[in-house]
């Protein structure tokens, strides 16, 4: 691996390019923060590919990409003259020091060389408790609650443009970490049962013939509303158990795509389309997929 003055001078040599591209690449010089946007969620999102496949090679390279991305708008943010990558940086690590009061005394934040609590006077408040990771989330969470400049609700730190998923358990563990949970993971298994009753109830609702549009959307809506709770129970469920339900949800995606594929690779063998083929036969190669570990 490479040495601390290494990584600063390649961070540095990065800055310096993206400071010429946008000195004189047509394209780079046009680019604002609502232009690059839509290129850093699909960034983002190519970077959590990379992750979920364990290929450490792409990560890399679309780390580099997320991180340009960042480099990119706090560029722009100098321009305006509102902050720069310095400002970012600092910042970011003031906050991890005062998030952090286990390890460092709050007399160190706004310091260029943080020294540890075994190398400062005096002690952070509630420093000696912390011994588990659990109790780090429920410090971090009372912390920002605290800052000038955090979160003033608990749950309004949850970014509303996150996928409903992840959404759902950020939600979730936020209000646990202030003591809103299940007192014993098994009491969930009967909130899904209660969802899933709700939602089987509203699903065999009678609708008559001559229902009206309005009607219709309110059974609609009713029935929406009934299967996004039982999702929320289940997602709840997969938190107390410490399983990620995207990365539980990801991982059939890709088993589904799989296995599809093998039936729509024999089907064209066969010069059949899948179209023409009988649901027995497809499930018939559906199940072979499963047997072949597809």
Not at 213 to 241: P, V
């Amino acid at each position: 691996m490479h040495t601390r003055e290494e990584q600063m001078k390649a961070f540095g040599r990065l800055l310096d390019v993206l400071d010429e591209l946008r000195e004189k690449c047509p394209w780079d010089r046009k680019q604002t923060n609502e232009s690059l946007r839509p290129n850093t969620i699909e960034e983002t999102y190519e970077l959590c590919d990379a992750l979920s496949r364990g290929d450490e090679h792409d990560t890399m390279k679309e780390l580099g990409d997320v991180l340009m991305h960042l480099c990119f708008y706090a560029k722009i943010a100098s321009e305006k003259g509102c902050y720069d990558i310095y400002d970012v940086l600092r910042q970011q690590a003031d906050k991890l020091i005062f998030r952090h009061p286990h390890i460092y005394h709050p007399s160190q934040v706004g310091k260029d060389k943080p020294l540890p609590l075994t190398e400062c006077t005096g002690n952070s408040e509630g420093a000696e408790t912390v011994t588990t990771a659990e109790q780090v989330l429920q410090n971090w969470e009372q912390i920002k609650l605290k800052e000038k400049d955090g979160n003033k609700r608990v749950l309004s730190g949850v970014p509303a443009a996150l996928p409903s998923v992840i959404k759902a358990y950020r939600i979730q563990d936020k209000a646990r970490n202030v003591g809103f949970d299940w007192e014993k993971r098994e009491d969930v298994w009967a909130k899904v049962k209660e969802e899933i009753a709700e939602f089987e109830a509203e699903l065999a609702r009678p609708l008559s013939d001559d229902a009206t549009d309005e009607q219709k959307k309110c059974i609609r809506d009713a029935q929406e509303a009934e299967l996004g709770d039982l999702l929320f129970s289940l997602i709840n469920a997969a938190r107390l158990y410490k399983l990620n339900p995207d990365n539980a949800l990801e991982k059939t995606n890709a088993k589904f795509i799989r296995r599809f594929t093998y039936m729509e690779e024999h089907s064209i063998r066969m010069g059949r389309p899948l179209t023409e083929m009988p649901l027995e036969e497809m499930e018939a190669l559906w199940n072979e997929a499963k047997r072949k570990g597809e």
